[in-house]
């Protein structure tokens, strides 16, 4: 078949477009049950920047990991060049030449940056001595393709951050590929570092290069891409629209037009202030954090990935050590160097990833609810059985956790379950202010509506909570009052939750001072 | 063409749903085999020997097994808490030396009951050093052991200045070679440390938040644990268990040799590992860890029943140290 005849186009076959590299045709996927991708169909053409955006969720990073090979599509085809391909494995995907920009590094700090750049494909002689003076010619035509100067020897973990960005897509290229998916790439990067990134963007595509953009940051779209297709809901919404496009607009079609209507909760917070944070700061993720937290009200904090909110939750609750600034609980200064102290003062947080940092996976349900607050059942050292198990059934019957028996171990349970332990613990220790860091990624939404109501009802019963997300549709929905997030900076508050696209604007958008 | 092929995928992954039911089934068989797996094969193997030598059954020699078990007995009950708290303790086969030399040494000048207990709170000392070393230091517990276990072997030649330490009061022979209702009396030690020590890891706050440690330091951490502490001790139980199984040896040998307890340390790791508990840490039992000795005893007892020489039997002990553990490491580890 042919693809390029095929292909419904909005320019309408012009025939002096670039022929189109990938398409992607019908892809759905499923996850337990839950449609992630709903026959999504998504093109390229040779040597485009097209910026893939949607909310969290959406469905944006399971279609590029299809792509890339790490999930296998449950229906669907792909065609790399008019021809149909299937990546089972990474590995696939990477030789038929596809290669991907990961959020996280995947540079190896100890090794230098040519040892890195040339990893897995080594020049040899064919004897397995390492070939440095060919390497080393390559790697200076590369640098000056990319215009950077630094000594091949220098190890990675010296590099910058953007040195770092820079040096896995020069790894991506070096390696023959014609499709670059880049993932979140300017999200650690200063104002400077972007420009310098762009620019590269820039040249690869003038070399033909086809490149995938997903980011955050609206404002951004409109500098580097040819054309910005929107996803929501695992569906495309927006194919191939103009990356000129008003921001307020494509943050409509990211959020869908209906936003739904809930009851409203009762939202009725004492005036006594629990928690007070003044300047708060933390040496290369957050500074000049202030702001107090009143008995019986949820604080939201609005945030995107890296700007700085889940190390702001940590470090409230003890886990990391605050730099400078200071805070007070119930009016008597706090300083904690562990969590241990947090919990011992009240201060109890749920973390970000329930399954490293929430959970003790082998174990059983019983001990993961029961972890903080064995000391208030334990007589003599001994822990009374009797308690134990009649509180964490009470507290698993109130979140209404499924499972066959309280000794199950947790990995067996599902997402939406092995959360609801990780609330269920808090729930059972009850600290005066309780710390949520996403806790609804990756959950059905019944789950979620389970999760704002338990919260809710927290607050009604005087505790303190500070919900931190990415969403801003459940900010809204559990918030009394929300701040604003960004690069480590608390960027803007309302006493009064605004309404769901400023909110996402205020969280991506980086220049917009009113 | 390939769509075929992505069709039948998609067909395979929808039939995959069904089989939930016989997929929990298997899980459910998994479970009892990994619970009961070793005691069934205790049996079968002591069944099988005991068709092979008559000897085996006699009470005298599961009398004597029993007591052989005794001093890795007592000191796997302290490595298993160490390696439940995710950690590994190289150094206890030389804390048994240096104990061994100490309670024997010391009564040259003082009671036998004070000078065997000095001797244990040294191996406890040594042992809180460890977990210093790995829980505060972040030094790997393998590592900081060895270097540990370097150390004491160095303290014990400096002691003893390389000669063994003979002769006891004879009060303290009874630790080692005493019977009481016709039970050697380190066998009714062994089984006292064991109730005592399994109640401690099931039943306790100081055994749940071992477990914890070993499990996800981290999560266990971010719950408002003090893992630091819970980390050191199961270390320090490891070196206390050391201290104990040292004194037994010294009353049991009435000789203390500088070269005392080497490989013990193995011994007692391989033990716990076959007992069931996970080398990743997190779980286990301190009576999977006697039925582990015991395996290892018995299989020792019969091999020197049949008359295998003893190099063969340093290979299939090793051979069955691997397949346990990497039965247990392959299984955890197997991508899904």
Request: aromatic residues 6%; positive net charge; hydrophobic residues 45%.
């Amino acid at each position: 078949m042919n693809i390029q005849e095929n292909l419904r186009t909005p320019e309408g076959g012009n025939a002096a477009a670039p022929p189109v590299i990938l398409a992607m045709k019908n892809i759905s996927k499923s996850f337990l049950g839950v449609r992630v991708l709903d026959n999504v169909d998504f093109y390229l053409r040779k040597g485009e920047v097209v910026a893939f955006l949607g909310a969290n969720g959406a469905g944006k990073s399971t279609l590029m990991k299809i792509l890339s090979g790490v999930y296998n599509a449950d229906s669907g085809q792909i065609f790399l060049h008019d021809k149909p391909v299937q990546f089972s494995k990474p590995i696939h995907a990477y030789r038929a030449g596809i290669s991907v920009v990961h959020q996280e590094s995947s540079l190896i700090p100890t090794l230098t940056i040519i040892e890195n750049l040339f990893l897995g494909r080594e020049s040899t002689k064919g004897s397995g001595i390492l070939n440095g003076k060919l390497m080393q010619a390559e790697y200076e035509k590369l640098c000056e393709r990319f215009d950077l100067d630094i000594p091949s020897a220098t190890k990675v973990r010296d590099l910058s951050p953007a040195q770092k960005k820079m040096a896995e897509i020069m790894k991506a290229v070096s390696r023959n590929c014609s499709i670059i998916i880049m993932d979140e790439p300017t999200d650690a990067l200063s104002s400077q570092e972007t420009a310098l990134l762009f620019k590269t963007v820039g040249d690869l595509r003038r070399e033909g290069m086809s490149i995938v953009f997903i980011t955050h940051f609206l404002d951004e779209v409109k500098s580097i891409a040819d054309s910005a297709t929107v996803i929501r809901d695992g569906k495309i919404v927006a194919e191939r629209v103009s990356p000129l496009l008003p921001i307020k607009e494509i943050v409509t079609l990211m959020l869908g037009k209906e936003v739904a209507e809930r009851k409203p909760f009762v939202r009725a917070h004492g005036e006594k202030e629990e928690l007070v944070v003044k300047n708060l700061g933390r040496r290369a993720e957050f500074s000049d954090i202030s702001f107090e937290l009143h008995a019986g009200e949820v604080l939201g904090i609005a945030g995107v990935v890296g700007s700085g909110k889940t190390e702001l939750a940590r470090t409230l609750s003890g886990a990391s050590v605050s730099h400078s600034g200071s805070m007070t609980l119930e009016n008597r200064p706090i300083q904690f160097r562990s969590p241990y102290d947090g919990v011992k003062h009240g201060i109890g947080m749920a973390p970000e990833d329930r399954k490293t940092q929430g959970l003790i996976l082998d174990h059983d349900i019983q001990g993961n609810i029961s972890l903080s607050s064995l000391p208030s059942i334990v007589k003599f050292g001994c822990i009374n059985a009797k308690k134990e198990k009649s509180r964490t059934m009470s507290v698993a019957a109130q979140l209404s956790i499924k499972f066959a028996s309280l000794d199950q171990r947790v990995k067996f349970l599902s997402g939406g379950n092995q959360q609801k332990c990780v609330l269920a613990r808090w729930l059972l220790a009850s600290p005066k202010v309780l710390i949520l860091d996403e806790p609804t990624r990756g959950i059905d939404v019944a789950t979620k509506e389970q999760i704002y109501a338990t919260v809710r009802d927290l607050a009604s019963k005087g505790k303190s909570i500070i919900y931190f997300s990415g969403d801003p549709a459940e900010l809204l929905v559990v918030s009394d009052r929300v701040l604003v997030m960004q690069k480590g900076k608390i960027k803007r508050s309302y006493a009064i939750p605004p309404s769901e696209d400023i909110l996402l604007k205020d969280m991506i958008e980086v220049n917009n001072e009113r | 063409m390939s769509g075929n092929n992505i069709d039948a995928k998609a067909a395979a992954t929808i039939q995959a749903g069904g089989m939930d039911a016989s997929k929990k089934r298997g899980q459910y068989y998994k479970e009892i085999l990994k619970r009961y797996g070793l005691l069934i094969s205790f049996f079968v193997l002591s069944l099988g020997i005991s068709l092979l030598t008559p000897n085996f059954l006699s009470s005298r020699n599961l009398l004597n097994i029993l007591r052989q078990s005794t001093i890795v007995g007592i000191m796997a009950i302290g490595t298993t808490f160490v390696i439940i708290g995710g950690g590994f303790d190289i150094s206890v086969g030389s804390v048994l030396a240096l104990s061994a030399a100490l309670a024997l040494g010391l009564q040259g000048s003082m009671h036998w009951a004070l000078a065997a207990t000095i001797a244990i709170l040294a191996g406890a000392l040594i042992g809180l050093f460890n977990g210093i070393l790995a829980a505060k230091i972040h030094i790997v517990p393998m590592i900081a052991t060895l270097g540990t276990s370097t150390i004491v072997r160095g303290l014990v030649y400096l002691y003893t200045g390389g000669y063994p330490i003979n002769g006891q009061q004879p009060a303290f022979e009874v630790i080692g070679s005493g019977y009481l209702w016709g039970i050697p009396v380190p066998v009714i030690i062994m089984i006292a440390l064991v109730v005592i020590f399994q109640f401690i890891l099931s039943k306790t706050q100081l055994g749940r938040y071992c477990c914890a440690v070993g499990g996800n330091k981290e999560a266990t951490r971010l719950a408002g644990v003090s893992v630091d502490f819970y980390h050191v001790m199961t270390f320090l139980i490891g070196g206390l268990m050391a201290g104990i199984s040292g004194v037994v040896y010294a009353s049991r040998l009435s000789s203390a040799t500088p070269l005392a307890g080497q490989n013990y340390d193995m011994d007692a790791i391989a033990a716990v590992v076959i007992g069931g508990t996970s080398v990743s840490g997190g779980e286990g039992t301190v009576l999977g860890a006697m039925i582990g000795v015991l395996l290892l005893t018995v299989v020792t007892n019969a091999f020197n029943l049949l008359g295998v020489p003893v190099f063969i039997q340093y290979v299939i002990k090793g051979l069955i140290i691997l397949v346990v553990v990497g039965i247990d490491s392959y299984s955890k580890k197997r991508p899904r």
